[in-house]
């Protein structure tokens, strides 16, 4: 769907999140800055929509934008659960998922295989396992992706 798609660039600051409670706000381990791009139909083609308000929800926080925009997102360590955007165009809301991305098990997942065939790649394997369930998951670092993007005419591309 977007693999076409050019957009403009943001120079806006990121938005900032509302937290519901003190703990949400004192336990955050970094900010991830996600872009939020709405999409729309027009003469059959994916064009961005802008000016669309959305409303961005996780555990513990929100957030209420214009998009296109920017918005920094709380990430913890140890668990971030996934969290999820909502944008309203003529009276119809358009939920999309922002998954939370595990950045310590993609880590470990992408180290470089050795050359050694079979026996080293079975030996990758094994050393890979062995650091996922040595490791202490409470220390993991999470990340979300850089733009999500709401078709807001889900049903057509």
């Known amino acids: 769907l977007s693999a076409c798609m050019q957009y403009e660039p943001l120079d806006t600051p990121p938005e900032s999140v509302?937290?519901?409670s003190r703990i949400a706000q004192q336990n955050v381990s970094e900010y991830a800055i996600v872009e939020i791009r709405t999409l729309t139909q027009s003469d059959g083609k994916t064009v961005e929509a802008k000016g669309v308000p959305c409303t961005i929800n996780g555990i513990g926080y929100s957030a209420g934008i214009?998009?296109?925009?920017r918005v920094?997102?709380?990430?913890?360590?140890?668990?971030?659960?996934?969290?999820?955007?909502?944008?309203?165009?003529?009276g119809a809301g358009v939920s999309q998922k922002i998954p939370a991305i595990n950045a310590t098990v993609e880590k470990i997942n992408?180290?470089?295989?050795?050359?050694?065939?079979?026996?080293?790649?079975?030996?990758?394997?094994?050393?890979?396992g062995a650091i996922k369930s040595s490791r202490d998951a409470?220390?993991?670092?999470?990340?979300?992706?850089?733009?999500?993007?709401?078709?807001?005419?889900?049903?057509?591309k």
């Open 66 to 69: 214009v998009s296109p925009a």
């Open 138 to 156: 409470t220390n993991d670092k999470f990340r979300y992706s850089d733009r999500v993007e709401v078709n807001l005419q889900p049903g057509k």
């Open 72 to 90: 920094s997102l709380p990430t913890y360590l140890g668990k971030t659960e996934d969290a999820s955007v909502t944008c309203r165009l003529n």
């Open 110 to 128: 992408s180290a470089q295989s050795s050359s050694g065939g079979l026996a080293g790649a079975l030996a990758v394997a094994l050393v890979k």
């Open 18 to 20: 509302r937290f519901s």
